[in-house]
């Protein structure tokens, strides 16, 4: 039996690229909401929309045509996302996705998709995705929801401290070998532990900053 390819996992810098998506029902906003995060030039086709969508059409954040997809909204698009109650929309969008070499997502039709949305724990700049290649996102979501368990919000607030550390210990004229083992030990569990305790005291301790 041949065996699929592996899907290459990345994630990919949206801001000021143009995205498409087709449909602007409930499943959509979802969609909407992480392209518009994204700092993404969000266009959506649709005749009808969501309150919601509505919203953020008037608040400038995307733009809205209210028509039936054409193959030109694909121009200059570099992803399309569509849910639509049409099977037969969704083929000829995924057919004029891919004449036009743009990456096309049809929500859960796994046949039609370059490309998986994963279920995805967030805290803050630190994003944890999960994907199953749409073989089973049921899985995906458990597991999502363990993860998000494991890294609670205090990872949020780690991050930024991680990221300063790390700017000092790369100006630093130091050996290869001994600026990666300084790395490793800024972001081990143990150092983890060290900021944990420094943030609950500095809550007991009146006048303190949180």
């Known amino acids: 039996m041949r065996q699929e390819p592996s899907l290459f996992p990345i994630f990919v ?18 969609k909407v909401a992480g392209l518009i995060q994204a700092g993404a030039k969000v ?5 009808q929309a969501t309150a919601q969508i509505e919203k953020w059409h008037r608040q400038g954040k995307l733009r809205w045509h209210r028509r039936k997809f054409r193959a030109a909204d694909l121009t200059g698009a ?30 859960d039709v796994p046949s039609l998709c ?15 995705a999960i994907s199953t290649g749409g073989a089973s996102p049921s899985l995906a979501k458990r597991l999502r929801e363990e993860m998000e368990s494991a890294f609670g919000p205090e990872y949020e607030s780690w991050l930024p401290l991680l990221a300063k550390q ?43 900053k949180s």
């Open 43 to 47: 266009e959506i086709v649709a005749p």
């Open 78 to 107: 570099i992803l399309v996302v569509a849910a639509t109650d049409s099977p037969k929309a969704h083929r000829a969008i995924f057919r004029a996705a891919t004449r036009r070499k743009v990456l096309c997502n049809i929500v």
């Open 114 to 128: 370059d490309f998986y949305y994963p279920a995805v724990v967030r805290r803050g700049h630190l994003q944890i």
């Open 13 to 30: 810098k949206l801001a000021g690229r143009r995205c498409l998506v087709v449909g602007a029902g409930k499943i959509s906003e979802g």
């Open 166 to 208: 790390r700017r000092n210990i790369l100006a630093k004229p130091l050996p290869v070998s001994q600026r990666t083992e300084l790395l490793k030990k800024q972001a081990s569990e143990a150092a983890f532990g060290r900021f944990l305790t420094t943030r609950r005291h500095k809550r007991r301790t009146p006048g303190s």
